[in-house]
Every structure is written in C-alpha cells, then in structure tokens.
C-alpha cells in the first residue's frame, strides 16, 4: 500500500527495518499505520528492544525514511581536564571535547546530495515514552586515555562508557560508570565519542571498526589540539575526522589511495595526506581516475549485524 518491499524488511537497505517508520507524523505510538509504532519491533536473535522506536524516532525531524538510506550516529562529549590552579601551571591545553555543530549540518547537506540522510544526536530530546532518555550529548568524565579497542574485562577503554562498568570498577576511581548508550539504540544507531586520546602513542586522531560490526568510532580531540590548531583549522579537522572514522564504519578505507601516495585527484577525507585534515570533509566521487568512496559503501552491515559484536556488555 505504501511502495515498502513485503518480501523484505529493509526496502532501502540501510539497517533501519521499514517497521520502525512512523507514517503518519504523529510521534504517538498507535495503530494507523500499516508496520510502526506498535511495541518495540522484533530484533536480530530475538532482541526486542532492537531499534526501539520510543528511542529511534525522540526527534520528529530525524524520522527514518524507508525510501532513502538513513544514517544515525549517537555522539558523547568528554569534558577537559581538570587543572589545579594552586600549582601555579597548567600541564596540557585542553578544551571540552565537542564538535561544532555548523560543520554537522554541513555534513548532513553532503550526504544530502547523495540521497543519504544522516542524523547525529548530539542532544535531542527525550524518548516518545520518555521511559529512556538516554542519548547524544552526553558529558563524559575526563579520561586521558580513553583505549578503544577492547582487549579484556580489566581494562578501562570505550566500551566500559558505552555500556557501562557492569562487572566492576575497572578503572578504580570509586564509581561504576554508567552506561551511556541505551541498548534500545542497538541494531538503529553508530556510537561515537570525542574525547582526548586513545592510546599513549597515538599516530592518528582517532579510530573506528570496520567491516560487518562497524558500529563504534572515537575522535580525538586532544591529539588534534596537539598539533596547535585552532579556530576554524581545529573545527575543519574535527568534521575531518568524524566523516574519515565514520567512512571506516562504512567500510572504507586501507586502499593505495587512502595514503600519503594516493593518485593526484583524490580529493577525501578517507585520504592520509596531511592537508586532507584541512580541506576535506567529503568523500571521493571517482572524478580524475581515482576511487569512487559512494559506490564502495556498506551503510547496512554496522548496524544490521551487532549481535555478533557487543550487545552482551
């Protein structure tokens, strides 16, 4: 009756199930229409909280369209390092780590012109049940080292703020982090977090999965900070690095044309040359022969396979 596909779940093929859509624009959890708004939609294993749509759809200008590819990042803020100013010095130039939200918007008009809408919560309001207000925006406690990969139970890195310090205090400060990402949002939302650093010999300004689980990414700010930018040099590399990170959680990058090597015309920001971080905040549409980043993305795989990742945590 709408033009969704009955033989398939996901018409677009996004990740985002066509259940989960709300057609008739009322945010209200009901009957009229003929898939959504009706409980929490069945998940991959069984879950039934995958994609809930109280947490999906909390903004009514994000709804999902079935029609087109939606992306959905759910983004966490670390705050600056505290300094005692009875020592008279200040051991590091830290800031708040947060992106500019101008830059995101001209992200969104990027993908725009692709037929992609991508969403970033940094902050939007409560769930329709308002039972989870759970979502972007959130203020993390400092942490100099925040280790993205997961290495065992004992060590403190991202996942341990995504999830939460469920089996102990890992990191021996006295509280059990909360979690910060709402397992409603597994299967629908990536998870990003901008915070200092992740490893104590850091190359890069962050790190990001690949590949069928690639739902998680970090940017790290303070490493950017430590090549002295500031101003407009600081925000262009942080929409850099959230469109680079996020390109790996859609599956590219580690090509010839990704390094400091790459054929002349490789105009985007999956490329390593240095003066990428300044100038791009796209991706490669294949002009002056060389790759096309569009036509190479998975969209669908990061979130339509998390099971198989970390939803045990």
């Known amino acids: 009756m709408i033009g969704t596909n009955p033989q398939y779940y996901d018409t677009d093929r996004d990740g985002i199930w066509d259940g989960w859509g709300n057609y008739d624009n009322d945010s209200n959890i009901d009957t ?7 409980g929490q939609p069945l998940g991959p294993v069984g879950n039934t909280n995958s994609g809930a749509v109280d947490t999906l759809f909390s903004n009514p200008a994000e709804r999902q369209n079935c029609f087109c590819k939606d992306i959905y990042v759910e983004v966490d803020f670390m ?12 051991t590091q130039n830290d800031q708040n780590h947060r992106i500019n939200p101008g830059q995101l918007r001209l992200l969104k008009g990027i993908f725009l012109t692709r037929g992609i809408r991508l969403h970033v919560d940094l902050g939007w309001p409560a769930g329709i049940a308002g039972s989870d ?53 597994k299967g629908s939302f990536r998870y990003a977090i901008i915070g200092h650093n992740y490893s104590e010999n850091a190359t890069s300004i962050g790190r990001a999965e690949q590949f069928f689980t690639a739902d998680d990414f970090f940017i790290s700010h303070g490493r950017i900070l430590e090549f002295g930018l500031n101003g407009r040099r600081t925000s262009n590399a942080l929409a850099y690095a959230f469109c680079h990170e996020l390109g790996h959680n859609l599956n590219l990058g580690w090509t010839p044309a990704t390094h400091e090597n790459a054929p002349y015309g490789y105009w985007s920001c999956m490329s390593y040359n240095a003066s990428a971080i300044y100038n791009y905040q796209s991706y490669s549409d294949g002009l002056h022969g060389s790759f096309n980043d569009w036509h190479k993305m998975d969209i669908q795989n990061g979130v339509a396979f998390w099971y198989s990742h970390d939803y045990t945590k």
């Open 32 to 38: 009229n229409e003929p898939y959504g708004e009706i």
């Open 79 to 90: 705050k600056k390092e505290k300094v005692k100013k009875s020592k008279g010095n200040k």
């Open 133 to 185: 207000a759970r979502g972007g925006g959130e203020w993390l406690k400092h942490k100099s080292l925040l280790r993205f990969t997961y290495a065992n139970d004992t060590t403190f890195d991202f996942y341990n703020f995504k999830n939460g310090e469920v089996r102990a205090d890992y990191d021996g400060d006295g509280v059990r982090e909360p979690r910060h990402f709402s397992t409603n949002r």
